[in-house]
C-alpha cells in the first residue's frame, strides 16, 4: 500500500490567501484524522471522520479553518483566509476502524509543512 | 480528562548505551497506549501498542515498553541505541469511550553521540 498521501509536501502563502491541503487515506480504512503540529504546541487533534462524517471538530481553531471528506479516499482542510500564526506542519492520518475501536493504530501521512508570510 | 506527559523534552545518549523515555498517563480505566517515533521532516510511525495482556510490548527497531498500572507509567526501552533512533518520540493514550481519538504527549528529543 502507498500510505497515507499527502499534498502539497511544501506550502508558502502570503496572509490572507486561501490554502487547500489534501489527503488521500489508505484504502479500506474508516477513520482520518487531522493535526497541527507547532513548536509551542505540539501535536494537537483539529478534526477527525469516520465513514466520511465528521466525528469530533473541536479542535479546529476557529471559522477560518473547514475540513471536508466526500468520499472515503480524499479529504481536505483549507484555511481561508490564512494567517501567520498558522504556519505549521499538517498531518493526517487514517485508522481502518470506526468509532470505540481505540487500539487502532493511526497510520500518519508525511506531512504538509505551510509558512503563511 | 485523559492526559499524557513526557517528562523529558530532550534526552542525549551514547551510541551503543541503553534508553528509557518516561511517559506517564492519567486515565480512568485500562489505557490503551501507544509509541510513535518520528524522523525529521517525516510523519510518525507506530513502535507499539498497548491494550491488554502481556505488560511488556515488544515494537520494531528492537523497542520494548512496559506498562506499570501502579505508576500510571508506560516507558519506552532499548537497550542499546543506534545513531539511526535519533528522533522525536511522542507517548498517546487513546481517549476512549466512542472514539478513537489519541491524546498525544509532547515527545521527547533524543540525540545520539558518536
Known amino acids: 500500500d502507498a500510505g497515507v498521501i499527502q499534498s502539497p509536501r511544501h506550502e508558502v502563502t502570503e496572509m490572507g490567501q486561501e490554502v487547500t491541503l489534501r489527503c488521500k487515506p489508505i484504502?479500506?480504512?474508516?477513520?482520518l484524522f487531522w493535526y497541527r503540529q507547532t513548536m509551542m504546541r505540539g501535536l494537537e487533534l483539529l478534526i477527525y471522520?469516520?465513514?466520511?462524517?465528521?466525528?469530533?471538530d473541536s479542535g479546529m481553531p476557529e471559522d477560518r479553518f473547514s475540513a471536508k471528506m466526500p468520499n472515503a479516499s480524499f479529504s481536505t482542510l483549507k484555511i481561508q483566509p490564512s494567517e501567520p500564526r498558522d504556519s505549521a506542519v499538517y498531518f493526517c492520518a487514517s485508522s481502518l476502524g470506526g468509532g470505540g475501536s481505540s487500539t487502532d493504530t493511526q497510520y500518519f501521512g508525511p506531512g504538509t509543512r505551510l509558512t503563511v508570510l | 480528562a485523559q492526559s499524557v506527559t513526557q517528562p523529558d523534552i530532550h534526552i542525549t545518549v551514547s551510541e551503543g548505551a541503553s534508553l528509557e523515555l518516561r511517559c506517564n498517563y492519567s486515565?480512568?480505566?485500562?489505557?490503551?497506549l501507544f509509541w510513535y517515533v518520528q524522523s525529521p521532516g517525516q510523519g510518525l510511525q507506530l513502535l507499539l501498542k498497548?491494550?491488554?495482556?502481556?505488560?511488556l510490548v515488544q515494537g520494531i527497531k528492537g523497542f520494548e515498553a512496559e506498562f506499570k498500572r501502579s505508576q500510571s507509567s508506560f516507558n519506552l526501552r532499548k537497550p542499546s541505541v543506534h545513531w539511526s533512533d535519533a528522533a522525536e518520540y511522542f507517548c498517546?493514550?487513546?481517549?476512549?469511550?466512542?472514539?478513537?481519538?489519541?491524546?498525544f504527549g509532547t515527545g521527547t528529543l533524543l540525540a545520539v553521540q558518536p
Open positions: 498497548y491494550f491488554s495482556g502481556d505488560t
Open positions: 486515565y480512568g480505566a485500562t489505557p490503551y
Open positions: 484504502s479500506g480504512h474508516n477513520s
Open positions: 471522520f469516520n465513514n466520511n462524517v465528521p466525528i469530533d
Open positions: 498517546a493514550v487513546g481517549a476512549g469511550g466512542a472514539t478513537n481519538k489519541l491524546i
